[in-house]
């Protein structure tokens, strides 16, 4: 369900929006730029996640990489 609210955005930002092809409606425009804006902030966080988990684990990670590099080169 959409609701309804109130933005103030510059008259810069407002050119911009209604130079885009297709003349979409504002509110579309903004709103997905905001569904984007979230996204993007999701994916950040869980790569920062990641990064923390493999960084946890690369001395373990390391050792079994050596273990099986060992056997490759016998």
């Known amino acids: 369900m959409k609701r309804k609210t109130s933005i103030s955005v510059t008259g810069k930002l407002l050119k911009m929006i209604d130079t885009l092809p297709d003349k979409p409606a504002r509110s579309a425009v ?30 373990e990670l390391n050792i079994e990489a050596l273990d099986v ?4 080169s016998k």
């Not at 709103?31 to 790569?47: G, T």
């Not at 990641?50 to 684990?57: G, I, P, R």
């Not at 590099?69 to 490759?72: C, D, P, S």
């Open 30 to 59: 903004i709103e997905q730029a905001l569904i984007l804006y979230f996204k993007d902030i999701k994916r950040l966080k869980r790569a920062k996640s990641d990064l923390e988990t493999l960084n946890s684990l690369s001395d």
């Open 69 to 72: 590099l060992g056997y490759q």
